[in-house]
């Protein structure tokens, strides 16, 4: 269905291992990610995908291993640096700014593009309120792409969990990401809402060829709509491949079935 | 009287006011304006695409999508051609396009998005002539590859090149298209059969858009809202055929989501809408008032009761007390005005309601607020235009005098009958239709069934076919108006749909649905847990709160001699809502009675075999065509009747 092309590897991910204090949250994890391709990470309750994550937009420093992206490798990310060449990212939980309104939202994933100085910004004078205007029509396009006319002045504390993720994704769109890195943004949704989202997911990589790497929990959306999956089990990586091979991988139907221990 | 025809209407603005605006779509939140001349400039490159891909004249163009600028435009370069667009309505499921497209030998279509193109694909085995189609969003069609699918902006590419080789051209396809050719053919939503095809010619569309206009003075300066199905009459002949015989402003909305905003922002002075648009509207402000805060509340009340009190009398240029006038004037000052404008409708000047009768609450209130809320009567073969009302003579239960040129009469049966310059010119390939309701004499029967009162203005009852008798029992032989019975019921807030049953029975008995909104809200100040739409409407709560609005339209119906005997005696709750998806509503949201009462014989004989609850399944269609079942245990409930001589007093 599609005509997108799937590239070569833009994000390696060698050899990492996290831990908390006498946890460990990850053990020796490599992976990789192809360009315009969506990955998808997967595993049990506290198998580690958050972490990962976050050690892929700096927010955990890993205690080994490198991440290569596009040939510069890194021992560990620092968020403003990871945001800058490129990557946004989605959160489990909701990080919104619930009093403010829909448009305000995802104008602060502008926040990057922004180069004018805050007094100028303050009395919206000259360069300040060109960028403005610019910055604005970017938005405007993030809000027809998802949908969110009716809600453009809402404040986002106001709106049903479904189209509050939606701003999520729309404020992390605004970045114009290379990579984006969508954890969980199917959670607590009801069938179409997840529908929905699929949908806006699928397009989002379709027409701008962002290379989407996503965690998420629903085993039917994840096979449907990803190109390969790694899957995570105690901070190990136990499969790795496409859904079908995932599906039929011995370790993984250990991990979601259950065994004893 | 000069008869034109669309194109040239078209031409004439944009030469004599090329920078005027003539239509505004809100995108990217934004409005943005396309004015006459380069409305203009993209019919011809749109008209000279669509002839080069081979429409002719006289052949049909179906339109489908809501309310575009391009889709407008289309339909002007289809009739610069003299081929003729057939609006279709954009929420029908695919299945329902095969008819009208089959009879019109339909080979091209113009669609709006994604979801039409893949309705216009899904029909290509049964309907094999359609040849090409083009949609104006492409939206997720990137990746479609069909045969004869392409892009609007790809038709009007291969336009230009046209038309920059040909100058005049395009003139000279608009000097043989004639007033008397076909225009356009409405397809009638048909409560049973087939859907009719009403054709339409320039002069019939033109002739009494343009008598509308000078009754009520509009001019180029109004603004008006598109936001109704193109394909229903009603919104074509505001937006479409008033809009280039004035030449006013069509403004399209972002989405049907934002209607609400965009009507505030772009404050119409001339405003259209069918009477659950205005209930819809009341609704919404009412459960707000009940949410507000107590003093707010009390204002509201308050200066509410002086509105209806002096509004429509003030409305109506009648005598009103100084001390009124004052109490209204603040009134307007601190609850009206600011009401007005929260509802977007603070500049109208002239707003109109047809299609179903208005409850008298409901129109009196528009008017107590200081809203031009008048009736007219009309229908799709009558090109709308055959009765209006006048500025100070609006009335709640008539609707209004014979517009200029039109000429009316009632048969002694109580049929309807009308003379006019608007008629259709036909049904399209069926001519035993078109003589059932066409006489030689160039009378139309309209099919409703009403008088004209002492003042001149016309009263609507029902349908005539529907009109019928009871039989047996206490009123044997009394006249029973289904209609006016369920309209009756519907006036009240709390019900969104009724249907009456008692043709050839021996008393009348009702279906309601309660209307989700209201009731849900009166349920929560009630303190009243429900689960879910089907689990309200059984509550014993709500039963009893509905059995209060029957027995309010029975002592209503009492006082009336010649409908006494239709007072509803006993009435159920459905567990669903009536939904046109489910064949149970038209497309212009009329309830199918006589379908509805086979879907749910078992109902019906529960009521009139005297169970006290009954036991129902229903399949249900989702609107991605998916089912789903929905069960209930109905009851039924039995409802205070009044004796006739109430009359006292």
Redesign the interface.
């Known amino acids: ?3 997108r092309q799937i590239g070569d590897v833009m994000l390696d991910v060698a050899n990492i291992s996290l831990a908390f204090g006498g946890v460990k949250a990850l053990t020796d994890i490599s992976f990789n990610v192809r360009e315009h391709e969506i990955r998808a990470i997967i595993g049990p309750n506290g198998a580690g995908k958050s972490s990962m994550l976050n050690c892929i937009n700096g927010v955990y420093q890993p205690q080994q291993g490198a991440i290569t992206f596009r040939g510069q490798t890194f021992t560990h990310m620092n968020s403003r640096q990871v945001a800058e060449m490129g990557f946004a990212r989605t959160f489990q939980n909701l990080a919104l700014f619930k009093g403010m309104s829909v448009l305000d939202n995802i104008m602060t994933g502008r926040n990057l593009r922004m180069k004018s100085n805050l007094f100028l910004q303050a009395i919206r004078f000259g360069p300040a309120e060109r960028e403005e205007i610019k910055n ?2 970017a938005v ?2 993030i ?2 792409f998802l ?1 969110i ?2 809600y ?1 002045k809402t404040p986002v504390g106001r709106m049903p969990y479904g189209l509050q993720k939606r701003v999520d994704l729309g404020r992390a769109l605004a970045m114009e990401p290379k990579v984006l890195l969508l954890d969980e943004p199917m959670a607590g949704m009801n069938v179409e809402e997840k529908q929905d989202m699929c949908r806006f997911i699928l ?1 989002v990589n ?2 701008f060829g962002t290379t989407i790497v996503l965690i998420e929990h629903d085993m039917g959306v994840v096979m449907d709509i990803s190109d390969r999956v790694v899957v995570l089990d105690y901070g190990k990586k136990i499969g790795d491949g496409t859904p079908a091979e995932v599906r039929n991988n011995e370790d993984v139907i250990r991990a979601y079935l259950g065994t004893t221990h | 009287m000069v008869s034109t025809t669309f194109p040239r209407l078209l031409l004439e603005h944009a030469a004599k006011r090329a920078n005027a605006p003539a239509l505004r779509e809100k ?4 409005w943005q304006t396309l004015t006459w001349s380069q409305l203009a400039h993209l019919v011809r490159e749109l008209a000279a695409g669509l002839a080069q891909a081979g429409l002719q004249r006289g052949q049909h163009i179906v339109i489908v999508g809501a309310n575009r600028p391009r889709l407008s435009a289309s339909m002007l370069a289809a009739q610069s051609l003299g081929a003729i667009p057939v609006p279709l309505y954009q929420d029908a499921a695919a299945a329902e396009y095969a008819f009208p497209m089959n009879n019109a030998e339909v080979a091209f279509a113009i669609v709006e998005d994604q979801e039409q193109v893949d309705k216009m694909l899904e029909l290509r085995e049964t309907c094999p002539q359609l040849k090409r189609v083009w949609f104006d969003d492409p939206r ?1 069609l ?2 479609y590859s069909e045969p004869g699918l392409a892009s609007l902006d790809a038709l009007i590419e291969s336009g230009r090149g046209h038309v920059s080789e040909q100058q005049g051209w395009f003139d000279e396809q608009v000097k043989r298209t004639q007033p008397d050719d076909v225009a356009a053919m409405f397809f009638t939503s048909g409560t049973t059969g087939n859907p009719k095809g009403v054709v339409h010619t320039h002069f019939t569309l033109t002739d009494l858009a343009r008598a509308g206009a000078i009754f009520d003075n509009l001019s180029s300066a109004e603004e008006v809202l598109a936001y109704l199905p193109p394909a229903w009459i009603g919104q074509n002949i505001f937006s479409y055929a008033q809009w280039l015989v004035c030449g006013y402003v069509v403004n399209c909305p ?2 049907a ?2 209607v609400m ?1 965009d009507l505030k922002e772009i404050g119409p002075t001339y405003y259209f809408a069918p009477p659950s648009v205005f209930e819809g509207l009341l609704t919404s402000v009412m459960i707000r008032m009940e949410d507000a805060g107590a003093l707010k509340r009390w204002l509201f009340h308050r200066f509410m009761a002086i509105a209806r009190r002096t509004g429509p009398t003030l409305m109506d240029g009648g005598a009103v007390s100084f001390g009124d006038r004052a109490l209204y004037a603040l009134g307007n000052l601190c609850i009206y005005g600011p009401l007005r404008n929260t509802l977007g409708l603070s500049r109208v000047r002239v707003a109109y309601t047809a299609g179903e009768a208005i409850g008298p609450d409901l129109f009196s209130f528009y008017r107590a607020i200081g809203i031009n809320l008048k009736q007219l009567y009309g229908s799709t073969e009558t090109a709308v235009f055959v009765c209006m009302q006048p500025d100070n003579q609006a009335k709640a239960d008539t609707v209004g005098v014979p517009c200029e040129g039109v000429e009316l009469k009632v048969t002694t049966s109580g049929e309807i009958l009308i003379k006019s310059p608007g008629l259709l010119k036909g049904y399209y390939k069926n001519a035993v239709a078109t003589d059932e309701v066409l006489s030689p004499e160039g009378w139309y029967r309209t099919g409703d069934a009403g008088f004209v009162d002492a003042s001149g203005h016309l009263k609507i009852i029902d349908r005539v076919k529907d009109v019928g008798r009871l039989q047996g029992g206490a009123h044997d032989g009394a006249m029973f108006a289904p209609k006016y019975v369920e309209n009756k019921l519907k006036f009240f807030p709390y019900i969104k749909e009724a249907v009456a049953f008692g043709d050839k029975r021996d008393r009348v008995c009702a279906f309601i649905n309660i209307d989700f909104n209201a009731v849900g809200n009166w349920a929560e100040r009630k303190n009243l847990p429900y689960a879910g739409y089907t689990d309200l409407a059984q509550k014993p709560e709500v039963y009893a709160l509905i059995r209060d609005c029957v027995e309010k339209a029975n002592a209503d119906l009492a006082a009336d001699d010649k409908l006494c005997g239709s007072q509803i005696s006993r009435f159920l709750v459905l567990h669903k809502e009536l939904d046109a998806d489910d064949g149970e509503l038209t497309r212009s949201s009329k309830v199918r009675r006589g379908f509805i009462g086979e879907k749910y014989g078992v109902l019906v004989d529960a009521l009139y075999g005297g169970k006290t609850s009954q036991y129902i399944e229903t399949l249900v269609k989702f609107e991605d065509g998916r089912t789903g079942m929905v069960a209930a245990d109905l009851q039924i409930s039995d409802a205070k009747t009044f004796s006739a001589v109430r009359r006292a007093a």
Do not use: A
């Not at chain 2, 995108?27 to 934004?30: D, K, N, P, W």
């Open positions: 269905m599609s005509t604005r029509e405007e396009r809000i027809d949908e006319q009716p453009r397009d379709d027409e | 995108e990217y939140g934004i997720g990137r990746n972002e989405s989501g934002t905003i």
